[in-house]
């Protein structure tokens, strides 16, 4: 069996524990802080869970780098930097915990094959965040783009209204209503993470897996700081508390499967990111859309087994009458997914970017022996002589200084051109280059 197919079987396998896990967590019962027998839904626990497993990525990030350092100077030269600029990690880590406290809460109410196919959402605000606009990252979408989104949008509708429908209980379908609101705002929130990052960690020079490790202290890190205490002061109907922290150790102490699906859970995250290093090299959107779709169906199916078969209905999700509108759903969730995978957005254009922006003059001092002729169609080069005997000139006009997003940067001169980093001084041999080069003007030497 070669590494990539036990990669992928990794992938798949964990890929679908980790889901499961959550799920069959919140219906554990153990006993609380007040002694009463009750399940364990505390969707915030399960938050922290998740970000503790992730910081246990460290470990294959230590394996990873030993490779390299074994290799490179690389990782020795920007170790200083490194360390510098990891904290606009804070940023895209404070998204993905709203999205983590959103999905699990959302969880809680609806079915994990729900949870599973409800991610399509993200697709959809990733396309709004990432469009021309004065705040992101200035996509174009094509034609093939909104049919994408229209299917995605239209698998979410179908596969939210199958779970509500299969709702008998009038008064359980608010709670589904509820919790699919909440996954959808997590997937706004998740999106707006994957716009964050590629906005602000662009230029860290990390690895993806050291990337995950960070995101998960940090996220550690105000799970404990932030979210728990403001939790436990809230008042709510978990031990008079919105969550209570402690009931949920207690809860933990009392209970050996709560600790075994805890472990598992950080194992599963481990693992799970191991395997997704080694099939790193199968990047196509054919067989990510491929990969995913199939570890949901795994874990739809599980989920039936579960309910029929191992739980005696205590875990899992019955095959209702509605299910077929949900595999429809989930069709075209696939087809739009793997649709936009196809056509990647791209950034506008330069001119685009700027069209409605004030621009302003480039103007240089140039010695006297130096006569700019202008080109045929091109904006004229204005002259005139100052009071040090040198001849200023106009050679065109520039944008004002502004952020760049990674795909100018990458082009050193585009990317100074924009106000990226702009010398106070150019020397006229540097400005006459520039202007030969956008080809807006010539010159001849007296």
């Known amino acids: 069996m070669t590494s990539v197919t036990v990669g992928v079987l990794g992938l798949l396998t964990f890929g679908t524990v980790t889901s499961l896990l959550a799920k069959i967590i919140f219906g554990v019962p153990s006993l609380g802080i007040d002694g009463q027998l009750k399940e364990f839904r505390k969707p915030l626990f399960e938050t922290f869970a998740m970000f503790y497993g992730m910081s246990f990525c460290f470990v294959l990030d230590m394996l990873q780098r030993q490779k390299l350092e074994s290799k490179s100077e690389l990782v020795e030269k920007n170790a200083k930097s490194r360390h510098?600029?990891?904290?606009v990690i804070w940023f895209p880590a404070a998204f993905d915990l709203i999205a983590t406290v959103c999905m699990c809460t959302g969880l809680l109410y609806t079915t994990v094959s729900v949870y599973q196919m409800l991610r399509g959402a993200m697709l959809v605000f990733t396309a709004l965040f990432s469009?021309?606009?004065?705040?992101?990252?200035?996509?174009?979408?094509?034609?093939?783009?909104?049919?994408?989104?229209?299917?995605?949008?239209?698998?979410?509708?179908?596969?939210?209204?199958?779970?509500?429908?299969?709702?008998?209980?009038?008064?359980?379908?608010?709670?589904?209503?509820?919790?699919?609101?909440?996954?959808?705002?997590?997937?706004?929130?998740?999106?707006?993470?994957?716009?964050?990052?590629?906005?602000?960690?662009?230029?860290?020079?990390?690895?993806?897996?050291?990337?995950?490790?960070?995101?998960?202290?940090?996220?550690?890190?105000?799970?404990?700081?932030?979210?728990?205490?403001?939790?436990?002061?809230?008042?709510?109907?978990?031990?008079?508390?919105?969550?209570?922290?402690?009931?949920?150790?207690?809860?933990?102490?009392?209970?050996?499967?709560?600790?075994?699906?805890?472990?598992?859970?950080?194992?599963?995250?481990?693992?799970?990111?191991?395997?997704?290093?080694?099939?790193t090299k199968l990047s196509s959107s054919m067989f990510r859309t491929l990969l995913e779709t199939m570890r949901t169906m795994i874990v739809w199916i599980v989920d039936?087994?579960?309910?029929?078969?191992?739980?005696?209905?205590?875990?899992?999700?019955?095959?209702?009458q509605y299910s077929f509108l949900q595999v429809i759903g989930f069709m075209f969730l696939v087809i739009g997914t793997f649709q936009y995978s196809q056509y990647p957005t791209l950034p506008v254009s330069e001119e685009e970017w700027?069209?409605?922006?004030?621009?302003?003059?480039?103007?240089?001092?140039?010695?006297?022996?130096?006569?700019?002729?202008?080109?045929?169609?091109?904006?004229?080069?204005?002259?005139?002589?100052n009071e040090k005997g040198?001849?200023?000139?106009?050679?065109?006009?520039?944008?004002?200084?502004?952020?760049?997003?990674?795909?100018?940067?990458?082009?050193?001169?585009?990317?100074?051109?924009?106000?990226?980093?702009?010398?106070?001084?150019?020397?006229?041999?540097?400005?006459?280059?520039?202007?030969?080069?956008?080809?807006?003007?010539?010159?001849?030497?007296?």
């Open 131 to 279: 469009v021309r606009n004065k705040l992101f990252l200035k996509r174009k979408l094509t034609f093939h783009h909104y049919v994408s989104i229209f299917l995605n949008i239209l698998g979410i509708s179908l596969v939210g209204l199958a779970n509500i429908l299969s709702e008998k209980d009038i008064a359980m379908r608010g709670n589904l209503v509820m919790g699919i609101i909440l996954m959808i705002f997590g997937q706004c929130a998740q999106a707006a993470q994957v716009v964050v990052e590629e906005y602000f960690c662009q230029d860290l020079n990390m690895p993806s897996i050291r990337v995950v490790t960070y995101e998960g202290l940090f996220g550690v890190a105000m799970m404990l700081l932030i979210v728990f205490p403001l939790a436990y002061w809230v008042p709510g109907q978990d031990s008079g508390s919105l969550e209570n922290i402690l009931d949920s150790f207690i809860m933990i102490e009392h209970s050996w499967i709560l600790q075994g699906i805890l472990l598992m859970d950080v194992c599963c995250m481990l693992f799970f990111n191991y395997f997704s290093m080694n099939v």
């Open 84 to 87: 510098h600029s990891v904290l």
């Open 304 to 320: 039936i087994l579960l309910y029929y078969f191992i739980s005696q209905g205590q875990f899992g999700e019955p095959w209702t």
């Open 390 to 446: 040198t001849s200023q000139i106009t050679i065109g006009s520039k944008n004002p200084p502004k952020n760049v997003p990674s795909f100018y940067s990458s082009s050193p001169s585009i990317f100074m051109r924009h106000g990226g980093f702009s010398p106070s001084v150019y020397s006229s041999e540097i400005l006459e280059l520039e202007a030969r080069q956008s080809g807006s003007l010539s010159s001849t030497v007296e």
């Open 354 to 385: 700027f069209e409605e922006e004030e621009k302003v003059p480039l103007v240089t001092d140039v010695p006297r022996n130096v006569t700019m002729k202008q080109v045929t169609g091109k904006e004229p080069v204005v002259s005139h002589i």
